[in-house]
């Protein structure tokens, strides 16, 4: 993807104050966009990840904060944009089995308004934000986009249930949706619930690391990789109404990931197995790993950055932010 093609353009980035959300915007101010970033609204005025950019960069965007699940709010965001980058969402999947209602109310509810903004304004693309997730476990490797969905998870399901509305919005509607299926993006700024920060973060003041189930098989990403599919989606021709895959076809093991972390921070790290940090049995995805040939194809677009590269990347960005995890704690 060139970036003038998106030189001048006018989007909105919900999520913006998330990991991949933040990068995007980045991604999209490097390409000439226009920024507006929508965070979820908070009487702090925190804008999440979004804090961590430069201020000049912050200064070139415009960030205005409300809730998905307000539709008038959604509306203002979106009017006036070309493309819609859906990233907005709460993707704890231990906070799913808490708090299912928020989950699908934000999720499902939030993103049919934002199809709705999107459509009223008529907009020029819209890109949805899938999962890998919605899999579940691997049926057959690797998983291509018409591998059976199976969410194991109240989160799974509720971007199942977005995906489909979006799905029905291009088909019902014309609107011009692509739907963008990351599989497991990692790098810095990701919140420390998720396993590679979790690992990196404990691995920092400890060699004992407290984790969950160690066999799941995982396809990882490297964010600016991931945000960079995302630019292509919204500019590639003859992909709406597809969906489509962001992995790196490469499988990695949790064990493989402590072995190889620390390997890079010159550690021994001892595992500790915690049952509160593992899913319950039915819900755990055992394996994901993504057939690329779809976004090689549409997008023109490949993983490039080498998993121990990137890992070296999120070591370093997490050693010079060590105020960023409160490491005792379990995040959901």
């Known amino acids: 993807m060139q970036a003038n093609k998106l030189s001048r353009a006018r989007v909105l980035v919900t999520g913006a104050g998330g990991f991949i959300g933040s990068h995007l915007c980045e991604h999209l101010l490097s390409a000439g966009a226009h920024v507006r ?11 999440g990840m979004l804090e961590d950019l430069e201020h000049r960069k912050l200064k070139e965007m415009e960030v205005i904060a409300g809730d998905l699940r307000d539709p008038e709010a959604v509306r203002r965001a979106v009017r006036g944009c070309t ?28 993103t049919l308004h934002v199809l709705q903004a999107c459509l009223d304004s008529g907009i020029s693309r819209l890109i949805q934000t899938s999962t890998s997730e919605v899999y579940g476990t691997a049926q057959s490797v690797p998983m291509d986009e018409s591998h059976p969905l199976h969410p194991q998870s109240p989160y799974a399901a509720a971007k199942v249930g977005a995906d489909k509305l979006a799905e029905s919005y291009y088909c019902a509607f014309g609107l011009p949706v692509v739907i963008v299926r990351p599989f497991n993006t990692y790098g810095p700024r990701q919140s420390p619930r998720a396993v590679i920060p979790a ?19 995982r396809d990882l990403t490297f964010v600016a990789d991931t945000v960079a599919g995302f630019a292509a989606a919204a500019t590639a021709q003859a992909c709406e109404g597809q969906t489509i895959q962001l992995g790196s076809g490469k499988e990695t093991s949790v064990a493989e990931l402590v072995k190889m ?19 319950p049995k039915a819900s755990e995805v055992e394996r994901l790993l993504a057939s690329t040939q779809k976004a090689a194809k549409l997008l023109s677009w490949r993983a490039e950055v080498a998993l121990a590269e990137g890992l070296e990347k999120t070591i370093q960005w ?14 959901i």
């Open 261 to 279: 972390i620390g390997s890079l921070m010159h550690k021994r790290l001892r595992v500790v197995s915690e049952s509160k940090r593992k899913r």
């Open 199 to 217: 690992i990196i973060t404990q691995a920092l003041e400890s060699s004992s690391i407290r984790l969950g189930s160690l066999s799941p098989l």
């Open 318 to 331: 997490f050693r010079a932010h060590p105020d960023r995890s409160k490491h005792h704690l379990y995040y």
């Open 83 to 110: 493309q819609v980058f859906h990233l907005g969402a709460l993707i704890g999947i231990p906070y799913s089995y808490a708090n299912p209602a928020d989950v699908v109310m934000t999720n499902v509810v939030g």
């Open 37 to 47: 970033a929508f965070v979820h609204y908070n009487s702090r005025n925190d804008w």
